[in-house]
């Protein structure tokens, strides 16, 4: 059986889509309704606009393409459509029944069907890339530049732009939940015996100063082309890979912050720390082109570790928690929260990834 990145792809994409349904997940209760009741209903529904046609049909394309993807991969070509578009419909039905006891989602059969179809036309346009022969040539071109067990970083690399559209208090400084993290325990064992327990801090947190802020953003930067020369082949592809990674950091944070402020403030994260913190990052993944896998997973997780220890030892300022309210009430994009908790979790992720890989015997060091 083939290792496809396309399984892990589509059990995360499918984990969003349950998150992205059923947020924010409270206010459980049974209203007197039958969870299938939704499927009598007349067509189309009273309520209905092309732009929510287009995100049911769009959001599950992608996933009915990772599952056709993977039943093709696994050695199942000519029973992937079938199985993609069951599997995608299902999904979308337990969601939709799941709908009727949260008050503010209202399940629908138009969405069930638009999901299904959107399933079917990603599962199909998987099967056409497949007869095309372009799936042969993107493993192909995945056995040339990247190593065998490389899965797990391609899955993180591909999820890492899209951890950056959240706003961040920093460029590249995902991770960052400290602070939050902090509040919500409070909230959650205050008045218990547990809330002494809780660890309190003695002083209050710092501002950065500009030159911890342009090592907070060099090593956001240098994490990712960390993880990618982890699994690269040859010196002379990382070059390609240190540039695309660059291109997709700043092109992912610019317009994360046209969506926040508006697209002529896009530039306007780029202050003098950001770019001398890209600078700093450049150089630092260029020095590090010929170290070898192994060295590149272990420097890593003391990149990370230092990001983090760096971005949570900070304060989020209040320009900043302003923005977050504009994301959360859906102000640009709605996201339902699913950008936050891959910026959230990208870092953490990355370094159980890399501890279990470095933690082996031996990596493969073809090529370097």
């Known amino acids: 059986m083939d290792k496809t990145t396309a399984w892990p792809l589509a059990l995360v994409y ?20 039958a969870p299938w009741e939704f499927l009598a209903e007349p067509l189309p529904p009273h309520y209905w606009t092309g732009f929510d046609v287009a995100a049911n049909v769009a959001g599950y394309a992608p996933l009915g393409f990772l599952l056709a993807l993977g039943f093709t991969r696994s050695g199942w070509p000519r029973a992937a459509v079938p199985l993609a578009f069951v599997l995608g419909a299902a999904l979308s039905l337990s969601v939709e029944f ?8 209202v399940p629908s059969n138009l969405d069930l069907l638009l999901n299904g179809g959107g399933t079917l036309l990603g599962a199909l346009a998987a099967a056409a890339l497949e007869r095309l022969g372009a799936l042969d040539r993107w493993s192909r071109f995945r056995a040339r530049w990247f190593a065998r067990d490389a899965r797990g970083a391609l899955v993180l690399l591909a999820l890492w732009p899209w951890a950056l559209l959240f706003p961040a208090a920093e460029p590249f400084g995902l991770g960052q939940v400290l602070e939050r993290l902090e509040i919500v325990l409070a909230d959650i064992f205050e008045g218990t015996p547990f809330y002494p327990w809780l660890p309190v801090r ?34 002379g592809r990382r070059v390609v890979l240190l540039a695309s990674a660059a291109a997709l950091g700043v092109g992912a944070t610019a317009l994360s912050s046209a969506l926040s402020w508006g697209p002529a ?29 192994r060295a590149c997973a272990v420097l890593l997780l003391v990149v990370i570790s230092l990001h983090l220890a760096l971005l949570n030892d900070a304060p989020t300022s209040a ?13 640009f994009i709605r996201f339902y929260g699913l950008g936050q908790w891959l910026g959230w979790l990208w870092p953490y992720a990355t370094l159980v990834y890399v501890l279990q890989r470095a933690s082996r015997r031996a990596l493969p060091e073809r090529g370097v």
Do not use: D, N
């Open 319 to 331: 320009y900043f928690a302003q923005t977050l309210v504009g994301w959360e009430q859906g102000r």
């Open 202 to 235: 003695t002083e209050p947190m710092q501002a950065l100063s500009p030159v911890a802020e342009a090592v907070c953003v060099g090593l956001g930067l240098l994490a990712p082309c960390l993880l990618a020369f982890s699994v690269a082949r040859h010196p």
């Open 14 to 33: 499918a984990a969003l889509i349950v998150f992205a349904s059923l947020f924010p997940f409270e206010g459980w209760r049974a209203q007197g309704l």
């Open 265 to 293: 403030h896009a530039w306007a994260w780029l202050s003098a720390p950001a770019r001398a913190g890209i600078a700093l990052g450049l150089v630092l993944a260029a020095a590090a082109i010929a170290l070898r896998q």
């Open 98 to 105: 799941l709908q009727i006891y949260l008050p503010k989602r």
